[in-house]
């Protein structure tokens, strides 16, 4: 049974930095896309941040890019998300993603969309507030 779960969420300050990491278990990812998305309250998920099996490919939403870094230890099946700079817009649960096809080459299109992943964790809260 595939399982992914997040940790490192929590409250922080504006400004702040988090690292969340996300362990996958029951199969390998290695070459996989594995990816980030989070949810506000009374928002649609969203997409943050997803990286190819790789690691040299990554891809980002236009809100977090220069702040967030994706990156993956296959070796762990892991992967994390550092997290600076953030601020109230980036209070949300965030969830970890991942596809079950293995091989393929992404567009940042086709990476940021819910549809190319197959499996998620159950999200981890971060809350941004002073």
């Known amino acids: 049974q595939v399982q992914l779960v997040e940790s490192g969420g929590g409250l922080v300050q504006p400004g702040d930095s988090r690292r969340l990491s996300c362990a996958a278990s029951g199969r390998a990812f290695s070459t996989n896309l594995m990816g980030w998305f989070r949810q506000a309250p009374g928002k649609e998920r969203e997409f943050v941040a997803a990286?190819?099996?790789?690691?040299?490919?990554?891809y980002y939403a236009d809100s977090v890019q220069g702040r967030f870094t994706i990156s993956r230890d296959n070796a762990k099946n892991t992967v994390t998300l550092q997290m600076n700079s953030l601020n109230a817009e980036d209070t949300a649960v965030y969830y970890c993603?991942?596809?079950?096809?293995?091989?393929?080459?992404?567009?940042?299109?086709?990476?940021?969309?819910?549809?190319?992943?197959?499996?998620w964790g159950q999200g981890t809260q971060v809350t941004v507030s002073s």
């Open positions: 990286i190819a099996s790789s690691g040299q490919r990554t």
């Open positions: 993603a991942a596809s079950a096809r293995t091989g393929l080459l992404y567009t940042r299109g086709s990476a940021s969309a819910s549809r190319s992943y197959d499996y």
